[in-house]
């Protein structure tokens, strides 16, 4: 979850490495800080707040070195205090580390080093791996042999970069369970927890594998084996990631311009090669068994491909959320899982995966980030190829997957003999107008949403409601508004009403509709039964609708009408619509709309 970063360089790396962890603090943001070495030894300076913030009232940039290591804090182990903040500097001040994790281990290390006389400064898991370094390093008087040996000593997950006072020629790395990646540079070298902490200067990474450690210097970098201590050949991962992707350009938050990105988004996923959704589609085919995962949004974004592959292929692929995947799924040998994963780095799917293979299951996943644990780690990876997400809240990333779960259960439902050629085709056309149909959508509706904010914005309890496929919908625009608005917002399907949500309903309460077009008359009909439930007691009533639909405009306290869309397109329209309905509502509340609080991008702890 946190964000770490070193830069080893023969000129001076200040800029650079705030830079970096700047463009890590997706990451987390409680506090941050950096470590450089120079003449006078290691000069570390941290505090709480955002790097913008800390920069400013530590005056970062006036700190000088030619090789350091940053950090930018999710609080795991410890609170929020400057103390507590990395990097974490050894006793005698000649070792800093930045710790990406959790050492579960530390509290035995911590008491046994207290015992000893080592004074810790916090209250944190990743000073006892500093202490430890130091410790070793007194007797063997080696670097690398004391970061060996204090690796030896500690257990959990952890991604870790040590700069020593005693060899200014180099930079030490390990992982376990957490990411890290090397980018190579020109008479220089990158660490970071991904791409993005060195994306503005090289496009050339090297992914560092679980129980692999790295010696890094300006020039070259060497890989090993920590069991074996035997060097590792490594391929180059060339990065096709656009850099312009990761800047804001005209829009005030990041957010907003993800959203504004979708059109472009969802050209790329329909640009994916039809290959690799051919070779997932047989992979279902295969399988006794298959099961969808992931969590928080992707979970949503599975629930979506649920109802996609049962109307498209007949077939049902129960989605499953990726923590609970292995207290309820009975997997067994040649069974599919599927993963969906921004960061290919989630805690909960990649543990959930490994489980899975070690049952002799096959897996599959669509991710983001290239490189990533969870892309190298599967039978068969799609890249959803959306770039670089940077706002905490995932938008674009989850419409690309979801198209691309779309294009899935396409190509399977016409392998399977439901979809005959002709019905694919017109399909297929539909798909080929979606990225210039919400352009146009987003452009006209955005003025309008930003009203209806304004307007609702003080409301404080929503519920959130959709049948069939439009639940998910329901239940991914309801956590993207506590998300990004901190609003209690509970999304459900609308037959839950009669089951006890009816008991809340009062004008107070507002209820937001996810409408179909009155093409799909079932769903459209248990949605309007639903509506006029909480009509009759007093509840106000929002919506999103499409144009013709009179009943539902006559109902609704506050529509949204939208023009009229194929009905295999209406669900990603309306959840694209209600993404932006939540950033103007945090707007409106002066929200921290990219980093909300206490969230974090990527969710690599349990």
């Known amino acids: ?105 530390y509290q035995k290390l911590r008491e046994r080093l207290i015992g000893e006389g080592i004074e810790f400064r916090s209250t944190t898991d990743s000073e006892v791996f500093v202490n430890l370094v130091e410790e070793a390093y007194e007797q063997k008087k080696d670097v690398l042999g004391a970061f060996l040996e204090a690796l030896k000593q500690i257990q959990g997950t952890y991604s870790i970069v040590l700069l020593s006072a005693h060899d200014p020629e180099n930079l030490y790395c390990v992982k376990q369970d957490s990411p890290l990646i090397i980018g190579l540079g020109e008479g220089c070298n990158y660490i ?130 990726a923590d609970e995947f292995n207290g309820v799924v009975p997997v067994v040998s040649d069974d599919l899982v599927l993963a969906v994963s921004q960061s290919g780095e989630t805690f909960d799917t990649k543990f959930s995966l490994n489980s899975a293979r070690e049952k002799g299951a096959r897996t599959a996943a669509i991710v983001n980030v290239m490189g990533s644990s969870i892309s190298r780690l599967v039978d068969h990876v799609i890249m959803q190829g959306s770039g670089p997400e940077i ?10 997957q979801a198209l691309l779960l779309l294009r899935t ?57 959709g049948c069939g496929i439009y639940f998910p919908v329901a239940m991914e625009s309801a956590l993207k508004m506590k998300e990004v608005t901190y609003l209690h917002a509970e999304g459900m399907p609308a037959g839950f009403l009669k089951h006890g949500t009816l008991s809340m309903i009062e004008a107070s309460v507002h209820s937001l509709f996810f409408i179909p077009p009155p093409a799909d008359v079932e769903l459209h009909n248990r949605t309007m039964i639903a509506i006029e439930e909480i009509k009759t007691r007093g509840g106000t009533l929002v919506g999103l609708h499409f144009e013709g639909d009179s009943q539902a405009a006559s109902l609704l306290d506050h529509a949204v009408a939208l023009p009229e869309v194929p009905l295999l397109l209406a669900p990603f329209v309306e959840m694209i619509l209600a993404q932006m309905f939540a950033y103007y509502t945090a707007l409106d509340l002066k929200r921290n709309i990219d980093k909300p609080r206490n969230l974090a991008k990527s969710v690599t702890v349990g």
Request: one cysteine or more; hydrophobic letters at 35%; glycine letters at 8%.
């Open 409 to 465: 259960a396409l190509e399977l439902g016409f392998r399977e003999g439901c979809l005959d050629s002709s019905t694919l085709r017109d399909h297929v056309q539909e798909l080929e107008t979606f990225p210039e149909l919400i352009s146009k959508l987003l452009n006209e509706k955005s003025g309008f949403l930003r009203n209806l904010a304004r307007t609702t914005s003080s409301v404080q309890n929503w519920i959130f409601l």
């Open 391 to 400: 706002c905490v809240v995932s938008t674009k990333a989850a419409l690309a």
């Open 192 to 321: 970071g927890s991904d791409i993005n902490a060195f994306l503005e200067h090289t496009r050339k990474a090297v992914v560092l594998d679980d129980g692999e450690f790295a010696v890094i210097s300006r020039d070259r970098y060497e890989i090993s084996d920590v069991g074996k201590r035997e060097e590792r050949e490594k391929s180059i991962l060339q990065i096709d990631w656009d850099t312009e992707t990761t800047k804001k350009g005209v829009f005030s938050h990041y957010m907003i311009k993800e959203i504004f990105d979708e059109p472009q988004t969802a050209r790329q996923a329909l640009d994916v090669p039809q290959e690799q959704i051919s070779q997932l589609v047989e992979m279902f085919q295969n399988a006794p068994r298959a099961y969808l995962m992931g969590v928080g949004t992707t979970f949503f974004i599975c629930q979506m491909a649920q109802y996609l592959f049962s109307s498209l292929s007949q077939r049902y692929f129960p989605a499953i959320s």
């Open 1 to 105: 979850m946190c964000g770490i970063s070193g830069i080893i360089d023969h000129h001076p790396v200040t800029r650079n490495l705030v830079t970096s962890i700047a463009n890590l603090e997706y990451r987390g943001y409680d506090s941050c800080g950096m470590a450089l070495l120079n003449g006078k030894g290691i000069e570390v300076r941290k505090n709480t707040g955002g790097v913008q913030e800390v920069r400013s009232r530590e005056k970062l940039d006036n700190m000088t070195g030619n090789l350091g290591i940053a950090h930018t804090r999710w609080a795991t182990h410890g609170g929020v205090t400057p103390e507590n903040a990395h990097p974490h500097l050894s006793q005698s001040g000649d070792f800093a580390i930045v710790h990406n994790g959790i050492i579960s281990n």
